[in-house]
């Protein structure tokens, strides 16, 4: 088979033409991180009196920093961690926009659920950690101060340690909230299916176990308020799955039942 070089050209063109729209959605994507980050960088004290609420909850009310240039980057940290939040939504959009064009009417409206469900799972996770977690976390950490023997042990956090477990808490459980977005597309995916999940119940709940240990504080009961709302999700998930293989069984049924006609239809 012989390739003339116009075919050549026109293979090329649409290539092209996908790396040139990634191009601008990546730009649209940094453009608007940056313009939030800009943003959230005049209310970087504000975001970060936010983020402290959970100590001060906790009944400490002290953070301090050792470098003369520790709390200019932990506000700058605050800033870009607040401005992905804000940004988030665009993103989305953006690679939404992308990738659709290229799904059928029945991939996109089948995926779409999970779009939309992200972000919401992500919020409830990231939620769950900041109202509840963390100021039960932070007054069992705080309840080791003490007074023994004339030696005063005073806890003295620093910003900067204080903002990275703040959002190692909020992405942690942010992130394993989407185990349900995950297990849904695979299943949708056919990758895995509801029995194979279900004869593995007892390695999902091993790994849930372990996961929560590696990504919280080695305290019981931050891995215990990640680990039982992670299995919760999981049999969540499942049963949804278990409503989807009834709705797949009734419509192959009703596909594969004989039509009987009316008595003197021709």
Known sequence: MVFKIHDIDDSQAPLLDHLIELRARLMRCIAALLVSFI??????????GFLVQPLIAAGQNTLIYTKLYGQFFVEMK???????FISFPIIANQLWAFVAPGLYA??????????????????????LAYYVVMPTAFHWFLGFQSTTTGLKIQALPNSEDYLGLVMQFILA?????????????????????????????????VGITII????????????LMLAVPMYLLFEGSMLIMWFGDRKAAKEATSETLPVVHPEGDA
């Open 106 to 127: 029945k991939e996109k409206k089948a995926f779409l659920p999970f779009l939309l469900a992200t972000p919401v799972l992500f919020t409830a996770g990231g939620a």
């Open 39 to 48: 943003i959230c960088a005049f209310f970087a004290q504000k975001i970060l």
């Open 78 to 84: 605050v800033a870009m961690f607040a401005g992905f």
């Open 212 to 223: 929560a240990a590696l990504i919280t504080p080695p305290d019981v009961v931050s891995q």
């Open 173 to 205: 459980f942010g992130f394993c909230f989407l185990l349900p977005v995950l297990m849904l597309l695979l299943n949708t995916a056919g990758i895995v299916s509801r029995d194979q999940l279900s004869k593995a119940r007892r390695y999902v709940i």
